[in-house]
């Protein structure tokens, strides 16, 4: 039997790059996936993908967390346990770059979309999902963050301080549930050819980084019931 056979996992930024690949290798495990992301022909490609590679055929949302309401996103959890009857995995890769600028020019809608995408769709996953992973029997929740929260970089305040947060707040979330059956970790992939990537160094050549499928089985690790560590902020290396 796959090691998640019967589990329920939920990928937000599904529809490319480290979400979409995540999502493939948990399918692909034997999770039946539930993919949310902005372009519903993004989720078709990586349940394409996902068939391809021998997995359930995954159930898509398009959802745009910059732009969607509250009680949208607070009724994530509830529906998907009303459907599945559980809900054992999130893995939140949803994110946004916004700009690259000084600090003293980052202007209010380009802070405002950071903030709701960064922070608080994360909140809104952790509320949303919180009470079905605590019920499961060996829930497990990744969040993938940066090194630049570590080692802060000029112009990269408006994402940093996005993932700093959304590490601060993951972090705390683990202590809360440390005696539970729930696990809380961050993931963080290092430099991967994604879109955000592309974007913030568009002088890189993609073919020297790792690629999303590369870092993908590590992050999967992370959901599996043997995996015992919480609170930890984990380093990934491609295989």
């Not at 490609?45 to 309401?69: N, S």
């Not at 509250?70 to 054992?88: A, H, K, N, W, Y």
Request: hydrophobic share 50%.
């Amino acid at each position: 039997m796959n090691a998640l056979q019967g589990s329920v996992a939920l990928i937000t930024g599904a529809s490319r790059g480290i979400g979409a690949a995540v999502a493939v290798e948990l399918a692909r495990l034997g999770a039946q996936c539930v993919l949310t992301a902005r372009t519903q022909g993004g989720l078709e490609e990586t349940d394409d993908a996902i068939r391809a590679a021998g997995g359930q055929g995954a159930t898509l949302l398009p959802l745009d967390l910059a732009r969607a309401k509250g009680e949208e996103l607070d009724m994530i959890g509830p529906s998907i346990v009303q459907r599945f009857g559980r809900l054992d995995i999130l893995v939140h890769a949803a994110g946004v770059l916004a700009k690259l600028t000084p600090v003293a020019h980052i202007m209010p809608r380009d802070f405002e979309e950071a903030v709701a995408v960064n922070i608080a769709a994360l909140w809104r996953m952790i509320r949303t999902c919180d009470p079905p992973l605590r019920a499961a029997p060996a829930g497990r929740a990744v969040l993938l963050t940066d090194g630049v929260v570590a080692a802060p970089h000029a112009y990269w305040g408006l994402y940093g301080f996005g993932k700093a947060a959304g590490e601060h707040l993951g972090r705390t979330w683990a202590a809360e549930v440390a005696s539970t059956r729930l696990r809380v970790n961050l993931a963080d992939p290092g430099p991967v050819a994604t879109g955000l990537r592309g974007t913030a160094m568009p002088g890189e050549n993609p073919a020297t980084l790792a690629q999303p499928a590369d870092v993908a089985p590590a992050i999967a690790a992370l959901c599996l019931p043997e995996e015992t560590r919480n609170g930890a902020v984990v380093r990934l290396r491609a295989r």
